[in-house]
């Protein structure tokens, strides 16, 4: 089993769909979890962190259930520039990223 | 301010020779990380250095494959007598010590003939 799992995708959405990102976990002694984005042919960059509480940042919700070893990412009102692939990163030692799940919003 | 820097930009090289791949982190991120991205995959952990502390080197995939950081800043990721499927992205982050955010530099792609 992967320490970290992802729907493989790809997603195909029109704008101003929700889309929803699961993610699972196999190390129950994870500390942190994030969710990262990556564009075609460019470096991963950190969209936000998961906290226990769950969180918001604009469009994006992000919640953990840490007895279920799940995570989330939620997108509301997509828009054609959230096409991106979308890696869900849990850190218990190092970082582990998953395979991530590509999203492409179409017109 | 700067951010992560990594070169080449791209590498390409023939089967059996040796290649070395640089990066220089943010200053004063103690924390430095290698992965490597196969064509339409994830990234897959390679080295992880921190600090004073010995590298994690766990995900180094065959003993062709090394890493040096020297005086805590830049690393070298050196790959001897390349093959085929070495050919990747390769990239690096860095960050503050362990549980704050990655920053990745561009990456280095590698193609092996």
């Known amino acids: 089993r992967k320490e970290v799992e992802q729907d493989p995708g790809p997603f195909n959405v029109p704008e101003g769909a929700t889309v929803a990102f699961n993610c699972t976990y196999s190390n129950s002694a994870s500390q942190s979890f994030f969710w990262y984005r990556q564009d075609c042919r460019k470096e991963p960059k950190l969209l936000m962190s998961v906290y226990s509480s769950g969180n918001e940042d604009g469009r994006f919700t992000a919640q953990l259930n840490r007895a279920s070893q799940y995570i989330s990412l939620l997108i509301r009102d997509s828009k054609l520039s959230d096409s991106a692939t979308y890696l869900c990163?849990?850190?218990?030692?190092?970082?582990?990223f998953g395979q991530g799940t590509e999203l492409s919003v179409k017109p | 301010g700067a951010g992560v820097s990594q070169s080449p930009s791209n590498k390409v090289t023939e089967k059996g020779k040796d290649v070395e791949l640089r990066c220089d982190p943010i200053s004063g991120h103690t924390a430095l990380y290698w992965y490597r991205q196969s064509l339409g995959q994830g990234l897959e952990f390679l080295i992880y250095?921190?600090?004073?502390?010995?590298?994690?080197k766990s995900g180094l995939p065959s003993d062709r494959f090394s890493a040096e950081r020297t005086g805590g800043s830049v690393s070298t990721l050196t790959i001897q007598r390349t093959q085929q499927e070495d050919s990747a992205v390769y990239l690096c982050?860095?960050?503050?010590?362990?549980?704050?955010?990655?920053?990745f530099g561009p990456g280095t792609r590698l193609t092996v003939l």
């Open positions: 990163v849990v850190q218990g030692g190092k970082l582990i």
């Open positions: 982050a860095s960050s503050l010590p362990f549980l704050y955010t990655q920053y």
């Open positions: 250095f921190q600090g004073n502390s010995a590298p994690d």
